[in-house]
């Protein structure tokens, strides 16, 4: 069989092989924050990754489990992602993953750069491998005719309505933020989705016409078909009471992050 060395050590290419499919494994299942995953990794690990918008390095097995659980909260429930490749090298180790959903607008591509010591990961750096859009209007231009018009009025309801608040694509869709993650706007086939990070506070706090859907303890969305469902005042409204409650409790990405009270 052949081998892949690491300075004294020799170890089966299935070895790396293996542990590359079970973490995909456990990414297709939702069990990637799972002991048994986070077991791959040495303690002090290290994990780069771009979803956020701009690379990211995590630290440590505690921090590599917290950003998994923020990106299991913020990816679709009907994701699917498929691994491509892998590439089992003297001194590389790769892998090419392809991830589908509804609401992207194209499949994200792409690859992982793995260092993987005596059966352990000891960094994994996530990279994409297409051009990613930047702006609003990439999307928008990426989009079909018909989901067009109903995506653009929606983001210029939200920019009315949060001037201040930055504008860019994160998680492949059109993200404001205050403070963190406020509202995001999302294409689908045969509707958009206005969704809001801290959507269980607002449908408390804020939700005059009790239009958001979704269940559990955070998110929600306004599911919009057609232009004559954008609400401009009831979205105005839900779009400034979130970027308060960023504003006066914190990132509702992060940990240190509260929750507004009853």
């Given at each position: 069989m052949s081998t892949v060395h690491y300075g004294c050590v020799e170890r089966p290419l299935v070895t790396e092989r293996d542990l590359i499919e079970r973490y995909f494994q456990a990414m297709r299942t939702g069990a990637i924050a799972s002991d048994e995953i986070i077991g791959l990794f040495v303690e002090e690990a290290v994990y780069v990754e771009p979803f956020g918008?701009?690379?990211?390095?995590?630290?440590?097995?505690?921090?590599?489990?917290?950003?998994?659980?923020?990106?299991?909260?913020?990816?679709?429930?009907?994701?699917?992602?498929?691994?491509?490749?892998?590439?089992?090298?003297?001194?590389?180790?790769?892998s090419v993953w392809t991830c589908t959903s509804p609401a992207f607008p194209h499949p994200m591509r792409g690859q992982d750069l793995w260092t993987i010591r005596d059966g352990k990961i000891h960094r994994l750096e996530?990279?994409?491998?297409?051009?990613?859009?930047?702006?609003?209007?990439?999307?928008?231009?990426?989009?079909h005719p018909s989901q067009a018009p109903v995506v653009r009025a929606l983001c210029?309801?939200?920019?009315?309505?949060?001037?201040?608040?930055?504008?860019?694509?994160?998680?492949?869709?059109?993200?404001?933020?205050?403070?963190?993650?406020?509202?995001?706007?999302?294409?689908?086939?045969?509707?958009?989705?206005?969704?809001?990070?801290?959507?269980a506070e607002l449908a408390k706090r804020?939700?005059?016409?009790?239009?958001?859907?979704?269940?559990?303890?955070?998110?929600?969305?306004?599911?919009?078909?057609?232009?004559?469902?954008?609400?401009?005042?009831?979205?105005?409204h839900l779009v400034r009471a979130a970027v308060e409650l960023n504003q006066r409790f914190g990132n509702p990405t992060r940990g240190e992050a509260t929750r507004a009270r009853d």
């Open positions: 918008g701009t690379p990211m390095e995590h630290v440590g097995t505690d921090d590599i489990r917290r950003n998994f659980i923020e990106s299991q909260q913020r990816a679709p429930a009907d994701m699917t992602l498929t691994l491509d490749q892998v590439d089992i090298e003297p001194d590389c180790i790769r996530t990279s994409f491998l297409t051009t990613q859009m930047s702006t609003v209007d990439d999307y928008l231009v990426s989009l210029e309801v939200i920019r009315r309505a949060a001037p201040d608040a930055r504008e860019s694509i994160k998680w492949a869709q059109p993200v404001w933020e205050v403070n963190g993650p406020a509202c995001s706007v999302k294409a689908f086939k045969n509707y958009t989705n206005v969704n809001f990070w801290r959507g804020a939700d005059r016409d009790r239009s958001l859907l979704g269940e559990g303890g955070r998110m929600r969305h306004i599911r919009v078909e057609s232009i004559d469902d954008v609400r401009e005042e009831a979205l105005q």
